[in-house]
């Protein structure tokens, strides 16, 4: 199966701080890379597809890219509606299985 | 509105049975791919299942496989998850989700989520 391993697992951000959050595959994955945020006690929702697909109505703060194993997630200028854990997932090996990193929480300062 | 609203969530002892389902409304349920997503309390999230349109091709993650069925009534734009042999360590919270097969696999709609929770 292959494993998804974001970092960081947390991080805490200032309004308008520039925030990266990585995402490294066991083994290439092609584009097939998604982005998701989740706000306690609700569902996931998502943001990025295919690395760099934003979807309709997500902010253009928000940008996705990277290749083969090593994929980001950038927000420009972190707002205060920001804050939840960001999941990335790949959708590659679907044989195997899909997958979900761990998650990255981010907090604003 | 496209959605999706999942029911079924209950209390189970181990080694008991559970049947969720999700209802989908609002666009060609037939056309698309599904899948179950759960997530644990305080934990990420974990894909359980998905099956394609027409429910040929299904595939588990190893740690449902065995006990957990997804299937699917086109006719009726429902998705199913029939839990056996349930464990503690299946506790948590059950999404479906809309799984964009033409959209590289994303999962571009969710529902809000059926608890289930296994204890004696």
Redesign the interface.
Known sequence: ?IQMTQSPSSLSASIGDRVTITCRASQTIA????W?K?TPGK????LI??VS?L?SGVPSRFSGSGSGTDFTLTISSVQPEDFG?Y?C?Q?YS??G???????TRLDIK | QVQLVESGGDLVKPGGSLRLSCAASGFIFGDYYM?W?RQAPGK????VA?ITTSGSTI????SVKGRFTISRDNAKNSLYLEMNNVRAEDTGVY?CAR??WS??????I????TMVTVSS
């Open positions: 199966d584009n097939y890379l998604n998701y989740q569902a996931p929702k998502l597809s295919a697909t979807q854990t999941y997932q959708s679907t044989p299985g899909i997958t979900f990193g761990q998650g | 899948s997503v990420g999230l974990e894909w998905y595939r588990y993650a190893d999404y799984d964009n959209a590289w696999r994303a999962f571009d969710w529902g809000q989520g």
